[in-house]
């Protein structure tokens, strides 16, 4: 009996396909891909200046690839409707989150 693999498999929790993201004429993400499988952990790792900040802001939503696609469970930010909440608590804020939270949705 033949069965299909797209049904009941797990979406990626990340897939990212050909993603680029340029300064001008700095590359900060040069064609990256990678799918992670929901349930993994990984780590990024790599020199200064070598990308890592920029695709995770890529990762959350912040800013927008030059090209290529990033999906978490299957879904863009625009589809899945996400807001990100960025905490500063390098620089003395002591607010809560849910106190953010409570305020973003009241604003």
Do not use: C
């Not at 990626?12 to 799918?35: C, E, F, I, P, Q």
């Not at 200046?49 to 920029?54: F, H, L, Y």
């Not at 939503?61 to 990100?84: H, K, N, Q």
């Amino acid at each position: 009996m033949d069965t299909d693999p797209t049904v009941d498999s797990p979406v990626d929790a990340v897939d990212a396909v050909d993603v680029t993201k340029r300064y001008g004429d700095l590359v900060a993400v040069d064609h990256l891909s990678m799918r992670v499988a929901q349930g993994e952990i990984y780590g990024i790792l790599g020199p200064n200046g070598a990308g890592k900040t920029t695709f995770l802001r890529m990762l959350f939503g912040l800013i927008r690839p030059d090209s290529g696609s990033i999906r978490l469970f299957g879904r863009t930010w625009a589809e899945a409707g996400v807001d990100v909440l960025v905490v500063d608590t390098a620089h003395g804020h002591s607010q809560a989150v849910l106190e953010r939270v409570a305020w973003i949705k009241k604003n």
